[in-house]
């Protein structure tokens, strides 16, 4: 079984520039999350999906970053314009449902903002 | 609040030695899940264990062995003869909020030395 695929792997940009990322889940998987990791964290919750509706965006800083899942299979989080701070890895995991379901993560994307 | 703690930072071990890996944590739900995970150096989270807070028996997979303790709110790790290949940052993590996002500590980095 495949599983979550991310890309990019690396990406390295300017401040004030935008960029995003992509997320496939594991194929039946309702429930999908972006996660930031600062280097010498854990990871924290941007946004969770269930299916193509939002279910928790409240720690995503909305006036700079956006995600979508249109069509309840893969997702694209965006950041718009980006700054310094936001140089981090920006995992996305997936699980069959919500409740107290194993999470099962991709491979990251680090973003380096200059 | 859900909250988790890994006081440990970083271990440092020679191979073939026992090492364990604490986790305490906060929780006001009766029942709950606790996860670990391994983040080896290529960045990707790997789901080791999920344990439900009804069951309190010890689990042993290979060199691997968790001990769970409702009474002191601790689930330690304990890693059997350890390899070379078994460093990574490991992280402990609780289900939190309604829509049962992961609460992470903040990892600790162990290095097994040959």
């Known amino acids: 079984e495949a599983g979550v695929a991310q890309s990019p792997r690396y990406k390295i940009i300017e401040k004030r520039q935008s960029v995003a990322f992509w997320c496939n889940p594991i194929s039946g998987h309702a429930t999908l999350y972006w996660y930031q990791q600062i280097l010498g964290q854990g990871p924290k919750l941007l946004i969770q999906f269930q299916n193509n509706g939002v279910v928790d965006d409240s720690q995503l800083p909305k006036d700079r970053f956006s995600a979508e899942r249109l069509k309840g299979v893969d997702s694209t989080l965006k950041i718009q314009p980006a700054k310094l701070e936001d140089s981090a890895v920006y995992l996305c995991?997936?699980?069959?449902?919500?409740?107290?379901?194993?999470?099962?993560f991709g491979p990251g994307t680090r973003l380096l903002v200059l | 609040a859900q909250k988790v703690t890994q006081a440990q930072t970083e271990i440092s071990v020679v191979e073939k030695e026992d090492v364990t890996l604490d986790c305490v944590y906060e929780t006001r739900d009766t029942t709950y899940y606790l996860f670990w995970y391994k983040q080896p150096p290529s960045g990707e989270l790997v789901f080791l264990i999920r344990r439900n807070s009804f069951d309190e028996q010890n689990e042993i997979s290979g060199r691997y062995s968790w001990n769970f303790q409702k009474s002191t709110s601790s689930f330690n790790f304990t890693i059997t003869a350890s390899q070379v290949v078994d460093s990574a940052v490991y992280f402990c993590a609780l289900p939190s909020g309604s829509a049962r996002q992961l609460t992470f500590g903040s990892g600790t980095q162990l290095t097994v030395l040959p």
């Open positions: 995991a997936s699980s069959l449902g919500a409740s107290r379901q194993t999470q099962y």
